[in-house]
């Protein structure tokens, strides 16, 4: 079979039959590697198996210790293997499972291995190295003929160099959404300070008061607090609230300045913080 794949592939494969449960055999597959390519620019981790359904008093111990063997064992020496051999900005992937996170009563120990993959980058092999890892946490099968949709969580290794006397520190992107929070809190502070009540009155001549000011940024503020403990497992809702500062930073503040020639509270954090931030949400 996996002859018949290279021969259907073409051009440009290496075929190696191992196991991935096998530390002998991870050793021959990226000997193989450093031979005929010399470097990694893509892992993806993707080797497992689902196990039977067992109920914790059916559970044997051929069954645990191949599962996790393979599941588990396998798929961190894989990447652990693979380091060494990283171009810079290489990528990994490790596919997980929705069974990590969701109670599957017959199927305790394939839950107990995915929930074990690692959920941050490994420490880089090199100073200089640097990587992407995601971890492919969700399937969720769209109508028939189309692809499946991958709900994926992405992180990036730190790009200044690391020494081993300084900690590795690895965010998921998510932090992102906490920073569009905060720039609007700090937008909300430059309207309440060069009193945003009076210039709406007096260009937008919209009757607007304090309380109505404060009670629809709290709201937002809400909205962006919920935004960003969502994360991308909702990306509808964390894009919305990114659409939202970009909408209210050029249709409230920009073009009404460019039409008026009056400044708008509120200008200043709009241009140096909700375009920026907005289109780095994106």
Same mark, same amino acid.
């Given at each position: 079979?996996?002859?018949?794949?290279?021969?259907?592939?073409?051009?440009?494969?290496?075929?190696?039959?191992?196991?991935?449960?096998?530390?002998?055999?991870?050793?021959?597959?990226?000997?193989?590697?450093?031979?005929?390519?010399?470097?990694?620019?893509?892992?993806?981790?993707?080797?497992?198996?689902?196990?039977?359904?067992?109920?914790?008093?059916?559970?044997?111990?051929?069954?645990?210790?191949?599962?996790?063997?393979?599941?588990?064992?396998?798929?961190?020496?894989?990447?652990?293997?693979?380091?060494?051999?990283?171009?810079?900005?290489? *990528?990994?992937?490790?596919?997980?499972? !929705?069974? %990590?996170?969701?109670?599957?009563?017959?199927?305790?120990?394939?839950?107990?291995?995915?929930?074990?993959?690692?959920?941050?980058?490994?420490?880089?092999?090199?100073?200089?190295?640097?990587?992407?890892?995601?971890?492919?946490?969700?399937?969720?099968?769209?109508?028939?003929? *189309?692809?499946?949709?991958?709900?994926?969580?992405?992180?990036?290794?730190?790009?200044?160099?690391?020494?081993?006397?300084?900690?590795?520190?690895?965010?998921?992107?998510?932090?992102?959404?906490?920073?569009?929070?905060?720039?609007?809190?700090?937008?909300?502070?430059?309207?309440?300070?060069?009193?945003?009540?009076?210039?709406?009155?007096?260009?937008?001549?919209?009757?607007?008061?304090?309380?109505?000011?404060?009670?629809?940024?709290?709201?937002?503020?809400? @909205?962006?607090? %919920?935004?960003?403990?969502?994360?991308?497992?909702?990306?509808?809702? *964390?894009?919305?609230?990114?659409?939202?500062?970009?909408?209210?930073?050029?249709?409230?503040?920009?073009?009404?300045?460019?039409?008026?020639? !009056? @400044?708008?509270?509120?200008?200043?954090?709009? !241009?140096?913080? @909700?375009?920026?931030?907005?289109?780095?949400?994106?």
């Amino acid at each position: 079979m996996l002859d018949e794949a290279v021969r259907a592939i073409g051009r440009n494969v290496t075929g190696v039959q191992s196991d991935a449960a096998n530390l002998d055999d991870l050793d021959r597959l990226f000997d193989t590697v450093k031979q005929e390519k010399g470097s990694i620019g893509v892992l993806f981790a993707s080797a497992g198996m689902g196990g039977e359904a067992q109920k914790l008093g059916e559970m044997t111990e051929t069954n645990f210790d191949a599962t996790f063997g393979l599941n588990t064992r396998g798929t961190l020496f894989t990447v652990q293997k693979a380091l060494l051999l990283f171009n810079d900005s290489g *990528s990994i992937f490790m596919t997980g499972s !929705i069974a %990590s996170v969701k109670d599957c009563p017959d199927y305790r120990v394939y839950s107990a291995s995915k929930a074990a993959l690692p959920r941050r980058p490994p420490p880089p092999a090199h100073r200089h190295h640097r990587c992407a890892f995601a971890r492919l946490t969700q399937y969720r099968h769209g109508r028939p003929g *189309s692809a499946p949709k991958i709900v994926s969580r992405i992180y990036r290794c730190p790009v200044s160099p690391v020494t081993s006397h300084q900690p590795i520190i690895a965010m998921s992107h998510e932090y992102i959404l906490w920073i569009a929070t905060i720039a609007y809190g700090v937008h909300m502070m430059e309207e309440t300070i060069y009193n945003w009540h009076d210039w709406v009155r007096r260009v937008l001549k919209l009757q607007a008061e304090w309380s109505e000011f404060y009670l629809v940024n709290a709201i937002v503020i809400v @909205f962006g607090v %919920s935004s960003a403990m969502i994360g991308w497992r909702c990306p509808a809702v *964390s894009l919305a609230f990114a659409a939202f500062m970009l909408v209210n930073a050029v249709l409230f503040h920009i073009v009404p300045v460019l039409v008026t020639r !009056i @400044f708008s509270p509120g200008l200043f954090t709009a !241009i140096v913080l @909700f375009l920026p931030v907005g289109t780095w949400v994106y």
